[in-house]
């Protein structure tokens, strides 16, 4: 039992790393092929990935906050803009097409992240204390994979109500009364606070999901960009709530 | 002082564990936290117990054998610092210090507070270093690095190779260690020819260990003691680019 | 017995090279079929391996860290030299080779050391190639400094982790042949016994720390780059885990040692603090290119550093040392520290330190040169002290720091036992009875990358080198034999742990083999160290079992060696009746109290053979021949 000089065998095969301990790590180099694409599939790919589609999908946000700002001017200069959108025909449907996919790629990788997350680490600790500065870790790094769920069910939701919902017609018959669904809708308490804590959850989202997007691109190494990723998430959050509050408390 | 321990002990691998109590009188604020360990030991086995096994080596903060968390920190409170390097002068009388093993799949307990890390070298062994032969180098000064590159490839290649990083990243990712080896040589004229390569089999072999992705939470630069900075990810996921997407 | 260091015929610029055109080469077909056992990772061990593999050869590597990435070379600081005379400022191969010969207080062999200082170049090109980070100018080219008192620019550096980056560029090329299966890994094992088999090293025996197995490996040859044995003095600037044991047991094997009482004691390192410290941290002596060291006029002062007049202070190196001041060489500097604290000047809250003053280079050059120069060393100094660098002076001590002696080896890094090669600090070579500042990152890499490559080559294409493999009785003897010693060690079970005897040895070393020696003191301490090892072989305990990792098992086998080497060393030190380099014996001093060298009997190296644990050791030894330098007296005045 006691001499284990390891044969030529041995050495010419698998046991360049003599296994330390029971736990058999997996042996170097011969690495499975992974398929042609995996280059998007790697761990480095899937941070591509996310930060890609993650910035794209702030454009998106940014675009709709946009639109929506127009009910402060007017609620016609609303509803044009809803009919222009409209109007666009296919167009619209590609880019809706595009969005979609792109939320789902981002919200697929976003779990499969989380699930190696918890292989990775079986046994939890007992305690736990981040080290603090310059650590990025914070409540909205922790909870990406929450607040990007909770957004991901709103989004059905939103949809739901808005897109999909009543559709009342202008007086003049010109199209779609977005407007009044909108303020409707947010005359209703529950909703309205609903809406507020999903926002808010988006701020917090995108809080460090900016800066980390720019990270996971490479390109985050400005000092300054973190604290901005931060004025640029509060800035889309409390837009999109300062509208709900606007109208719920009777502003517009 | 007296310092309350709340120690991680497990046999082997292959049982589970459980934290076990002991309290350290007489501890002075001149000894290191690691000594504070070599005390207990000598109590231990005084009462005829068995003394609690960690890494340890230069006691200078250089060899990266020493690692365990300290109140649910890498190495401990203080950052930059090695545990071996943290001394009982940061702690008060009647502290309790929760003293855990890292922890991750890819780093499975050996026994106590050592765990295995040769995952590291395996990923070293996939790509960390530049092939040259030996003899034929041509002349040190025949090729020029400018200083800005020399001293950052400098910062990434202080690592110690101690697993904090790691130890302490929300997702038990290898990135920082990666990173910190791929980046410096990228930014070395030396380090060219396997640039692409390089950075390709390194994150290969550090997903096939089973380390976890990053997720940006840059709590690795926080408790590494070398500092490194989480920029080396960035440059690594350039690299990356660079390498393998039609675009880079 | 006199013994041939096989130096090549030939002017001495000319050795090294007649030896490469002559020497014997392997077939390149044939190297795959020769298996080199390779013990030890740091500079030396990582270079050989890693080149001897990629010469072909199947090459297994051992250490006893968990990667061979965390040797103790790691731990080098200051940096490493070379002879590029790239500053222009007057250096050559010459000029190194005649400071290194000259440092060493001319106990080194002037062949040897020629050949480090002409493979120092080529070290520089390997390292940058690898993609060592050295400092650099800003116009791209490489930086130098000056080190320990040179006077040339001569060495390179990468911050304070010169030894860090050397070693993780030689680690890198051992992955690189480990990926290419050239190299099989052992880490976590400890080498316990040299398998001697029709006289010539052929395999080794090593315990695997963490399941305490004991495993046999069989090899053409064994290639020992284990490190130096500092650690004998229980407190040193060596890392935990650095030991003699594999050196020993090949000493015990047949491979003579040689001048085991040369260790070199550093003068800037932090003080010991308290009594259950466990290392002493070195603080690079660069330090004292700008601090001014000094203690007290009077003994027994109690005042704070800063309320001593200046009237009230002695700056005992610039007074006695005028033209070196306080840049003089390690022994002299450690020596005059001692002697200071002896006459009860020392400073701080145990007496055992000198001071190190800033307070007039920052007042000179104002607080930012000083913090651009040394700012890493004040932060680790605060770290570990608690006390601000800026504010009060620094208090330094000396500590064991690095060990000349080692087994004894020929021109061709062979010990005496054929197929046993020794590299790095575990040999004896290159640096005489003291070394120079960054001049052992430099030997351990030409002996691993530049050296071993040639040297083994020659010796396996001349050498009939028969089948062996592990079941070999000579195998079964040696595993046995490390089996007993191991278990025995367990199973005393008495009242005192390990460290409790590495302590007391450490006491009785430093204060016998230490800084002063006398003939008187080391009677003494051979007498004693003899007797704490016997009570170590009745009255150790320790605890946990063999089965598992346990690292007090690990220690107690280390200890014991270092109990038979102390011995041996204080014979050493006894038998050299002269001073030279570190070796102070307090009978041969000069007028002035400077080290009186006795070049007739003792311009040798003393090698010990080893009789038998209750037998004294045998001397035998090598006569240096002094051809191309004068033999001088070291004079820093
Ligand atoms: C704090 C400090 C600073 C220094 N600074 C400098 C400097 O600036 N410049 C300079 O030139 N020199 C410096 N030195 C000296 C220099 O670092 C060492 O002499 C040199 O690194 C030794 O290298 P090595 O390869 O011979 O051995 P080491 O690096 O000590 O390696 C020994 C290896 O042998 C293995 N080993 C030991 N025993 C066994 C065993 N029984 N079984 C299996 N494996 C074993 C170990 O695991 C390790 O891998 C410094 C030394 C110290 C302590
Ligand atoms: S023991 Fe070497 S880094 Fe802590």
Known sequence: ?252 | MKINLKIWRQEHARVSGAFVHYTVANVQPDLSFLEVLDLLNEQLIAEGGVPVEFDHDCREGICGACGMMVNGQAHGPLQRTAVCQLYMRHFSDGDTVTVEPWRAKAFPVIKDLVVDRSALDRISAAGGYISVKTGAAPDANAVLVAKPDADTAFDYAACIGCGACIAACPNASASLFTAAKISQLALLAQGQPERKSRVVKMTQQMTAEGFGDCSNHGECQSVCPKGISIDAIAQMRREYIRAKLPFG | MTLNARIPEGPLPHKWGNFKDHCQLVNPSNKPKHTILVVGTGLAGASAAATLAEQGYRVKSFCIQDSPRRAHSIAAQGGINAAKNYPNDGDSVWRLFYDTIKGGDYRSREANVYRLAQISNQIIDQCVAQGVPFAREYSGLLANRSFGGAQVSRTFYAKGQTGQQLLLGAYGAMMRQVAARQIELFPRREMLDLVVINGQARGIVVRNLLTGEFERYAGDAVVLATGGYSNVYYLSTNGKNSNVTAAWRAHKRGALFANPCFTQIHPTCIPVASEFQSKLTLMSESLRNDGRVWVPKQAGNQRLAQEIPEADRDYYLETRYPTFGNLVPRDVASRNAKQVIDEGRGVGSTGLAVYLDFRDAIASQGKSAIEARYGNLFEMYQRITGEDPYAVPMRIYPAVHYTMGGLWVDYHLMSTVPGLFVLGEANFSDHGANRLGASALMQGLADGYFIIPYTLGNYLATTPLPEVDTSDEAFGEAEASARTRTMKLLSIQGDKTVLDFHRELGHLIWNGVGIHRHQQGLKKTIEDVRSLRHEFWQNLRVPGEATTLNKNLEFAGRVADFMELGEVMARDALAREESCGCHFREEFQTASGEAQRRDEPFAIAAAWKYQGDEQPPELEHETLVFENVELTQRSYR
């Not at chain 1, 499975?32 to 999908?57: A, D, N, Q, V, Y």
């Not at chain 1, 790629?105 to 976003?110: F, K, L, T, Y």
């Not at chain 1, 981040?130 to 909205?140: E, H």
């Not at chain 1, 790094?141 to 017609?169: D, E, N, Q, W």
Request: overall charge positive; glycine content about 10%; hydrophobic content about 45%.
């Open chain 1, 1 to 252: 039992m006691i001499s284990t000089q390891s044969s030529e065998a041995d050495a010419l095969g698998t046991a360049s790393f003599t296994p330390l301990s029971s736990n058999k790590s997996p042996e170097l180099p011969e690495l499975p092929e992974l398929p042609e694409s995996s280059e998007w599939f790697s761990t480095i790919g899937k941070k591509l990935l996310t930060g890609i589609t993650g910035l794209g999908l702030v454009i998106f946000v940014v675009v709709h906050l946009l639109g929506n700002l127009t009910l402060f001017f007017s609620a016609s200069a609303y509803n044009r803009l809803a009919h222009i959108i409209e109007r666009l025909g296919v167009l619209t449907y590609l880019v809706e097409g595009g969005l979609l996919a792109i939320a789902l790629v981002h919200i697929a990788v976003g779990i499969n992240i989380h699930m190696n997350k918890q292989t990775a680490r079986p046994v939890k600790y007992a305690q736990y204390v981040s080290a603090g500065q310059p650590s990025r870790q914070s409540l909205s790094s922790r909870t990406m994979i929450v607040s990007g769920l909770v957004l991901g069910g709103f989004l059905v939701m939103h949809l739901a109500t808005f897109k999909f919902g009543t559709y009342y017609t202008l007086p003049d018959g010109s199209g779609r009364d977005l407007s009044r669904l909108v303020f409707e809708t947010f005359h209703r308490p529950g909703y309205t606070a609903g809406y507020v804590v999903v926002l808010s959850l988006l701020g917090l989202h995108l809080r460090h999901g900016i800066w980390s997007a720019l990270q996971s691109l490479g390109i985050a190494t400005r000092p300054g960009l973190y604290a901005a990723s931060a004025v640029l998430g509060s800035a889309i959050a409390l837009g999109f709530i300062g509208l709900p509050i606007s109208i719920y408390f009777g502003l517009i």
